[in-house]
T-cell receptor, first 110, second 115 residues
Framework: DAKTTQPTSMDCAEGRAANLPCNHS???????VYWYRQIHSQGPQYIIH???NNETNEMASLIITEDRKSSTLILPHATLRDTAVYYC???????????FGPGTRLSVLP | DVKVTQSSRYLVKRTGEKVFLECVQD?????MFWYRQDPGLGLRLIYF???????EKGDIPEGYSVSREKKERFSLILESASTNQTSMYLC??????????????FGNGTRLTVT
């Protein structure tokens, strides 16, 4: 499985955009980038995923660099309820396993 | 919305007891998974299943077994609970329709304490 590297923690002001980076320099051509988040005492929540193109849904945008070696998750208008641990995962193309690393702890501050 | 329901949020069992953790999904997903989550170790895959009566070992299957008699239900069994199985257990499901382009959807977890 390709490994991912994320900052341990980040802060963001409420109402501002939160930009969470992820490095995945060993990603293979057919591996997808997935983002999840986990709010304390709950199960991980799926946010978004993509292969090459940028993706947007009602929760967030995913920007993948042209060489696919890194990506950024953007929460356009962060709220206090977005405080969580955010996981960037590159999914193995040969199996179903999702490998969760330590993630980024995002704190949205009032 | 996909709903993955785990039968208990909190469970306390004694060492040596047989423990059943139940998970039900309502989206007709083919794939179901059991993970455990521990501080500093992240999520680790215990078992998964691609179909009814099918099961595959994950990364840490020792001390666990699973049962999938119906498509919507995936049970994790601790044959003889031990204190090192105290953990948060997470069930997840996904569709097989899109191959690898298919996100996992998680339940809210069962926090098991073995005393």
């Amino acid at each position: 499985d390709a490994k991912t590297t994320q900052p341990t923690s980040m802060d963001c002001a409420e109402g501002r955009a939160a930009n969470l980076p992820c490095n995945h320099s060993t990603i293979s051509g057919n591996e997808y980038v997935y983002w999840y988040r986990q709010i304390h005492s709950q199960g991980p929540q799926y946010i978004i995923h993509g292969l090459k193109n940028n993706e947007t849904n009602e929760m967030a945008s995913l920007i993948i660099t042209e060489d696919r070696k890194s990506s950024t998750l953007i929460l356009p208008h962060a709220t206090l309820r977005d405080t969580a641990v955010y996981y960037c995962i590159v999914r193995a193309s040969y199996g179903q396993n999702f490998v969760f690393g330590p993630g980024t702890r995002l704190s949205v501050l009032p | 919305d996909v709903k993955v329901t785990q039968s208990s949020r909190y469970l306390v069992k004694r060492t040596g007891e047989k423990v059943f953790l139940e998970c039900v999904q309502d989206m007709d997903h083919e794939n179901m998974f059991w993970y455990r989550q521990d501080p500093g170790l992240g999520l680790r895959l215990i078992y998964f299943s691609y179909d009814v009566k099918m099961k595959e070992k994950g990364d840490i299957p020792e001390g666990y077994s699973v049962s999938r008699e119906k498509k919507e239900r995936f049970s994790l069994i601790l044959e003889s609970a031990s204190t090192n199985q105290t953990s948060m257990y997470l069930c997840a499901s996904s569709t097989a329709d899109s191959g690898y382009n298919s996100p996992l959807h998680f339940g809210n977890g069962t926090r098991l304490t073995v005393t």
